[in-house]
């Protein structure tokens, strides 16, 4: 494709939230219940584990939800007036869905953007105008959900875990946001 069509614009990994979809959990209930249907009260108040029991007890059903939310966002990206990217709406993508260890399904997603400057990698003020219109890193900006793309760091972040020392991160992280672009 890269040869076809040019670099990618943008890549995104989206990652399942089992425990968190919950008319995903309403269908698992309903499916593990012989059509009892759950209720809204009933789900606010069940525990995580309980939770997680359905997940685990289909999985298929999981990785088919999944891939449907997935293939409904690309197609929100791809519509000319409802893709949240505005004029750069996606006209192509490039998709490879894989399975954590814990069984749980995400996708990696190369896309391709309309009407971006042609040369992504250098100081042209569209690249620049570009980055500015569909990049931030404000709290204030997000769409509600932060805490969706909010990282948490695990002991593959550090260089070396040493509990007696301050931790070290990999890669030179965090890296300080810039008021603009360069």
Known sequence: MIRQLA?????????????????????????????????DEFLAEMSYVHKAQLVNEDAVTCAIYFNKMVKCLLKILQSKKRSPFGKYRVIHYF???????????????????????EDLLSNDPEVIKLIDELVSVSPSEASGNIKLVTHKHTFT????????????????????????NY
């Open 7 to 39: 670099p990618p614009t943008a890549f995104m990994t989206l990652s399942a939230n089992e425990t968190g979809w919950e008319n995903m959990l309403k269908l698992l209930y309903k499916l593990k219940n012989e059509g009892t249907e759950l209720s």
């Open 95 to 117: 998709k490879r869905i894989e399975f954590q260890h814990r069984g749980s399904p995400h996708a990696h997603i190369l896309l391709w953007l309309d009407n971006v400057p």
């Open 157 to 180: 972040c550090y260089k070396k875990m040493d509990p007696n020392k301050k931790q070290e991160y990999q890669f030179g992280a965090p890296f300080m946001p810039t008021k603009k």
